[in-house]
């Protein structure tokens, strides 16, 4: 029986979702060819996050080899910050957090880092296992390989993840020019993303 789609699945409501950093650590600089420009729309995005009061939480997987969260992005307002060495985020430690935050699970989830093919996928996964509405930041995310990326967010849009961006996440969350919180996102969205270079499917 397919899933009843009501349209409240499409707008993000900041009290309702919780945004989760997956993986973006500094030994990943050399191997992910669009990794700078990942991390521009990334910290646009973080920032919106900070003004909208979105939870963050945010993962490492096995930091002893691979590093912390790159430099550049300001995840010092994260509610956790987990290392792990499974695949998929959600480990014990992020789903009590969450637990803690929501009193239960959150409604959606804006999900992005790396690698799209590997955790950032198996996260999804387990969050629409979990009933949990998915949106896939798609230029927030990359692999060392486009081609898997790109795979990766087909494979997830066609199990029901909402395929998205950061500006349009964001232009979501805010919802009316007439939010007190649009005077602090403007700035943020004045300078166009970085472009990611993501594949679109030809239409038949």
């Avoid at 009843?4 to 990943?28: A, H, N």
């Avoid at 930091?63 to 300001?74: I, N, R």
């Avoid at 939010?179 to 038949?204: C, E, G, H, Y």
Wanted: net charge neutral; proline share 5%.
């Amino acid at each position: 029986m397919s899933k009843v789609v009501g349209p409240s699945l499409y707008r993000l409501v900041p009290s309702k979702t919780v945004f989760l950093l997956c993986d973006v650590q500094e030994k990943f600089k050399p191997a992910i060819p669009l990794l700078s420009s990942l991390i521009e729309n990334t910290a646009k995005l973080l920032a919106a996050g900070k003004v909208f009061q979105v939870p963050l939480l945010v993962t490492e997987q096995y930091p002893e080899k691979l590093g912390k969260t790159v430099c550049e992005l300001d995840v010092g307002h994260a509610c956790a910050n987990v290392a792990k060495t499974k695949f998929s985020m959600l480990v014990e430690p992020v789903r009590q957090r969450m637990t803690d935050i929501f009193g239960g699970k959150p409604k959606t989830a804006v999900l992005f880092g790396l690698e799209t093919h590997v955790c950032v996928e198996q996260t999804a996964f387990d969050l629409v296992n979990e009933q949990i509405d998915v949106w896939l930041v798609a230029d927030c995310c990359a692999s060392r390989l486009n081609q898997d990326r790109d795979l990766a967010l087909e494979r997830l849009r066609h199990i029901g993840c909402t395929i998205s961006t950061s500006e349009s996440v964001i232009f979501n969350l805010l919802s009316d020019k007439d939010n007190t919180a649009f005077k602090d996102i403007a700035p943020l969205v004045k300078k166009v993303s970085a472009d990611m270079q993501i594949w679109r499917p030809s239409k038949n």
